[in-house]
């Protein structure tokens, strides 16, 4: 549909026309290309794969001018001077801008959902826990011997290669003057392209293993419809018993010793009381566990695990349900987030959640 400019030969006219002709075509292309564009209707962009096209901030700013150049440079008159014609375009500027700086936004919320959910966990652990917002980095460190309360991030978008071993450096450092081990997360798309390639070899120049992939994902989903499930009652974390049944459950799943967890989530009044934790039972013993806590007017989901001997039963997905409903009902919230493993990330979208960042642990080499 587009027609080919002559710059050239439309140069040469104009001059014939002299400046004042200049000016007025140059006007009237400006306004009739305008008019044809707002006038174009185009259909919604197809739905993609969560993987795909995974852009930084700064590497959707480039593309989209780049776009917006060739667009602009598109736009002609044609010789009869009745009607103005624009390609495709800048509709694909203005789409592909959408929904890569609408992945550049979940992955945003993601991080910083981490860091406002963190802060409240590791200081009710350690009131005189490492909480510390440093220039492209958060620090949330308990240091205590539950790994996942000991947790570095990156929190700058648009990084580049040179940034992200800078900062994979000093998450090093930090990481190795502590007593206890803990893991950095990194969300990749707040990598650019040629960051997000190298992140592998500048990890292990910073003496960095990577430990196990993850997934953010958030989702507009609730309220939703009170869970059940034919083989769980659920119990709501209120005592002391619950909650060190609770950090066994984790435990189990993820391979730490028992005492790692209890030193995690023993004795802590915050989680029988503003966090909605709850146990899967089943035939008086706990099996399963989830738990949700409002961050900065969102549900954050934390610590869903199931005991490995009774996985593959749907008992994850059912505790998940109970405590998202529950804290959807307590909080009046309708946004929900978290960050999923492998083993998680299949479940999370019957529930409502959508994929959006990547996410790598790294721990240090031993």
């Known amino acids: 549909m587009a027609v080919a400019a002559d710059p050239v030969g439309a140069g040469a006219a104009c001059l014939r026309f002299g400046g004042a002709a200049v ?38 700013e480039g593309f989209g001018r780049r776009l917006e150049v060739a667009a602009y440079a598109s736009r002609v008159v044609d010789p009869s001077g009745q009607k103005a014609r624009t390609t495709g ?19 945003i919320e993601s991080m910083e959902q981490l860091a406002a959910a963190w802060r409240v966990m590791v200081l009710d652990r350690e009131p005189d826990a490492d909480v510390r917002d440093l220039p492209g980095i958060a620090v949330r460190w308990a240091d205590c011997r539950f790994p996942f ?12 290669a040179g940034l992200v071993k800078q900062r994979l450096d000093e998450a090093s450092e930090i990481m ?3 007593k206890h081990p803990g893991f950095l ?11 997000r390639a190298a992140l592998g070899a500048a990890a292990e120049q910073a003496g960095l293993a990577h430990a196990f992939p993850g997934t953010g994902m958030a989702g507009d989903l ?3 419809p009170e869970p059940a499930h034919p083989d769980l009652t659920f119990v709501r974390v209120t005592a002391e018993e619950h909650l060190r049944a609770f950090a066994d459950v984790n435990s189990l799943a993820y391979g730490f010793p ?28 706990p099996v399963t566990c989830a738990a949700t806590v409002e961050a900065e007017g969102r549900l954050f989901v934390m610590l869903v695990a199931t005991d490995p001997r009774w996985q593959r039963r749907g008992y994850g997905e059912a505790v998940t349900r109970k405590a998202l409903y529950e804290g959807a009902r307590a909080t009046g919230t ?19 959640f959508e994929p959006n960042s990547p996410m790598h642990f790294y721990a240090l080499k031993d």
Do not use: Q
């Open 23 to 60: 000016a007025l075509l140059d006007a009237v292309t400006f306004v009739l290309a305008a008019t044809a564009f707002a006038l174009i209707r185009v259909p919604e962009p197809a739905p993609r794969p969560a993987e795909a096209h995974r852009w930084s901030t700064r590497a959707a």
């Open 89 to 107: 375009t800048a509709y694909a500027y203005s789409t592909n801008r959408e929904v890569l700086m609408r992945d550049i936004a979940d992955s």
């Open 149 to 160: 309360w000991n947790c570095v991030t990156l929190t700058e978008d648009g990084m580049d």
């Open 176 to 178: 190795r003057s502590k």
């Open 185 to 195: 997360w990194v969300f990749e798309d707040l990598l650019d392209d040629e960051a």
């Open 222 to 224: 609730l309220p939703i």
């Open 258 to 285: 028992l005492e790692d967890g209890r030193d995690g989530l023993a004795w802590s009044a915050l989680w029988k009381n503003r966090v909605y934790a709850y146990l899967g039972v089943r035939n008086g013993a």
């Open 334 to 352: 309708t946004r929900a987030t978290l960050h999923a493993t492998a083993a998680g990330a299949p479940v999370y979208p019957r529930i409502g």
